[in-house]
């Protein structure tokens, strides 16, 4: 277990789901069902997973931007679903988002001196003298010129952009920066110098990051543990190397096979999986993946798995896995 004095974010059995329109509250999209993670500070943790299962909609309810079904997000030990709107904008200080489309988060009437003067005006930092002086140094660390801040949005390419939106979440000086598919849509030469930018940043400032992303290279390159998630659930967390090394989970290695060979003659056997994502509306009974996954047996159909403790730190959704049951 996690030293809990060095546990600066909790997730425990968090829910999200969406009332189905005409259903009349009978039918919800599970987008995020019953999620436990803790995140340590100072570290990184990847959370990946193919579209659909639930990523972004467990980044938004990690700062409230949604509102959970069930569940507790503990950020230094205090439930932020409980907190009252005042509590909860002085929260928001402590914890900040980078979104996947930096053109459609910045506001294209703000000069980018005015973008990221706001943060230090909003929560009443310092006079607008000092948030200017500020703003200044915030865009010189991010890696721009000084020349940038007379500029608007539409003036920059995608990653200056994205570069402009870390400025932004570093204004406050967080304790935490969720990247949200930050890199997603930068060519693989940008988005080796915003995450390269991105280490550089947590370790001058002791940030801890979580990282969600599809592309498996870069999560591997960036994270200390990493999350795997499927239909709404975390189906397997572990660190990095543990994960890359020994997968348990069948989504897991299936995940892992499709990734594109990094070294020249490395040769992969391509694990193929038959069948689409089911519905996060009508999930099937059992295991979500039974109906995708190799393995499956009958028991697979019929019994909902519990958390198995593969070994320290490693955890995986799968009665399959071996292990010891976890009780959560």
Not at 71 to 84: P, T
Not at 153 to 172: D, K, M, N, T, Y
Not at 210 to 219: A, G, K, Q, T, Y
Request: hydrophobic letters at 40%; glycine letters at 8%.
């Amino acid at each position: 277990m996690p030293d809990k004095s060095n546990v600066i974010l909790e997730v425990k059995h968090l829910k999200k789901w969406f009332p189905v329109a005409g259903s009349r509250g009978k039918k919800f999209v599970k987008a995020v069902d019953d999620v436990n993670l803790t995140i340590l500070k100072g570290e990184t943790l990847g959370i990946v997973g193919e579209s659909g299962c639930g990523k972004s909609t467990f980044a938004r309810l990690m700062l409230r931007l949604l509102d959970a079904t069930d569940g507790e997000v503990l950020l230094n030990g205090r439930d932020i679903m409980k907190l009252s709107p005042n509590e909860m904008r002085k929260t928001r200080r402590n914890i900040q988002m980078v979104f996947q489309d930096p053109y459609a988060s910045l506001n294209p009437r703000m000069k980018v001196e005015r973008i990221l003067m706001e943060p230090y005006i909003i929560h009443s930092l310092c006079s607008v003298k000092e948030a200017k002086i500020k703003a200044a140094e915030l865009i010189e660390t991010v890696g721009l010129s000084a020349e940038s801040l007379k500029k608007y949005p539409h003036e920059f390419s995608g990653g200056q952009r994205q570069r402009i939106c870390i400025a932004r979440a570093l204004a406050v000086m967080p304790d935490i920066i969720v990247c949200d598919e930050c890199v997603s849509a930068l060519d693989v030469s940008i988005q080796a110098q915003i995450i390269n930018m991105l280490k550089e940043l947590q370790k001058k400032y002791g940030l801890t990051l979580v990282f969600i992303s599809h592309d498996l290279r870069v999560v591997r390159h960036i994270s200390d543990h990493i999350a795997v998630m499927y239909l709404g659930e975390v189906v397997e967390h572990a660190s990095k190397q543990e994960l890359f090394e020994n997968p348990r989970h069948p989504y897991t290695q299936a995940l892992l096979s499709a990734a594109p060979a990094t070294r020249p003659g490395e040769v992969k056997k391509r694990i193929r999986l038959k069948g689409e994502l089911p519905s996060p509306i009508d999930r099937p009974a059992g295991c979500g993946f039974c109906t995708r996954c190799l393995y499956a047996e009958e028991n697979c159909t019929k019994e909902v798995p519990g958390v198995y403790r593969i070994g320290y730190g490693h955890d995986c959704r799968c009665i399959k896995a071996g292990g010891e049951l976890r009780i959560l």
